[in-house]
Nanobody, 122 residues
Framework: QLVESGGGLVQAGDSLTLSCTAS????????MGWFREAPGKERDFVAS????????AYANSVKGRFTISRDNAKNTVYLQMNSLKPEDTAVYYC?????????????????WGQGTQVTVSP
């Protein structure tokens, strides 16, 4: 089970940190990722992080503004979002993957959280 938290309403230029905590003690065995889904749009990749080396991948739209990190001791993955823009408004989903390589597509993730709403006002 994956549970996201930290969403909310902020203004453009503000920062927000999302957290996702996994119930499984085998959290360290999964690559983790964040996706987002805006109203009427598909679910888009945001960022992912490898299970042990902690190497990362980002969507071009968030590169330089968002940072994904994880704490395997706390079974938690984070998404630090800076310089938020109205176009970042979406429901943000946490996901876990058993893929061999670091995944960046939704089809490569096996488990999903329920999502947390992030709204950025102009």
């Amino acid at each position: 089970q994956l549970v996201e938290s930290g969403g909310g309403l902020v203004q453009a230029g503000d920062s927000l940190t999302l957290s996702c905590t996994a119930s499984k003690s085998t959290f360290h065995g999964y690559h983790m990722g964040w996706f987002r889904e805006a109203p009427g749009k598909e679910r888009d990749f945001v960022a992912s992080i490898r299970r042990t080396t902690f190497s990362t991948a980002y969507a071009n739209s968030v590169k330089g503004r968002f940072t994904i990190s994880r704490d395997n001791a706390k079974n938690t993955v984070y998404l630090q979002m800076n310089s938020l823009k109205p176009e970042d408004t979406a429901v943000y989903y946490c996901a876990a993957s058993t893929a061999i390589t670091l995944p960046t597509t939704s089809s490569s993730f096996n488990y999903w959280g329920q999502g947390t709403q992030v709204t950025v006002s102009p």
